[in-house]
């Protein structure tokens, strides 16, 4: 009885949410760990893996798990791979691209990946122009306005549908501190906001209860442990590669939190890097935030709230970076007319 109750229950659930939604570099080291992540998401009745090769034999392993989706495999040697693997679809996430290696910053990979991004976005805007784009090929803070960019040219823009993630900064902050203040990290929630790399990552310390609390040696440690937690595992890696498993934990937490959204639930707030008012003022076009996700995507950006002198000059620092990054990305995109 308990176990057809269960099972009537999650048909339910799973009936009433049929989302479709791709991977495009599901075989590579975020992309796997994240198509199984969403394989076990009851959102997902469609689940569409597209990668150079190797996608089918990814999407059969997963397949075999007995959830409520459909799982097909795209390839690149297929004549309309790509195209099939996004007819339609409604969120489509982008880890595909090269790792960062000992060494390497994230705009040492812009050259690789920005092509790859261009490519995969073209393609997005013409067989899935209403689709939630959630980028996570880094860099980040240049991937996302080139996705913008190739949207406009295609003319099906929809800032409300664009997102970079950078959830990971979040659960590194989480982790991160309650390690110092030694709480249950689940319980612990830093409102991080700037970019996605090193100095343009902004953990709002003062706005938690440990503001007050902690010294200024543990502050700076912490800060900076979050801004270049990247680092940290790269070089743990020994050149095997850059954070994955904890990158695709985070693209699965805000793809779920995007199809929250498209679900109507209700006050489904996440950070995320998008086209934001904030600073446009100031030339910024982008910025990561607390958003309100809704059945259309982005229903509300919230503002950063108040900061400290010492918060307000990272602030300072971040917006320098980030414009040139932006600028970078726009560049990059306009040069591919």
Known sequence: MIFSTLAKRTFTSTAFNPYKVTVLGACGGIGQPLSLLMKLNDKVTDLRLYDIKNAKGVATDISHIPTNSKVTGFSAEESDGLNNALKDTDLVLI????????????????NINA????DLATAAAKNSPNAAILVISNPVNSTVPIVAEVFKKNGVYNSKKLFGVTTLDSIRSSRFISEIVNTNPTKEKINVIGGHSGITIIPLLSQTKYGSTLTKEQKDSLIHRIQFGGDEVV??????????????????????????????????IQPSYVDSPLYKNEGIEFFASPVTLGPDGIQEIH???????????????CKETLKKNIDKGIKFADSRK
């Open 115 to 118: 092509g790859i991004v261009y």
């Open 303 to 317: 503002p950063i709230g108040e900061i400290n002198a010492e918060e307000n000059e990272l602030l300072k620092e």
């Open 235 to 268: 070089k743990a890696k020994n050149g095997g590669g850059s954070a994955t498993l904890s990158m695709a934990q985070a693209g699965a937490k805000f793809a779920n939190a995007v199809l929250s959204g498209f679900a109507g639930e209700k006050n489904v």
């Open 95 to 110: 880890p595909a691209g090269v790792p960062r290696k000992p060494g390497m910053t994230r705009d040492d990979l812009f």
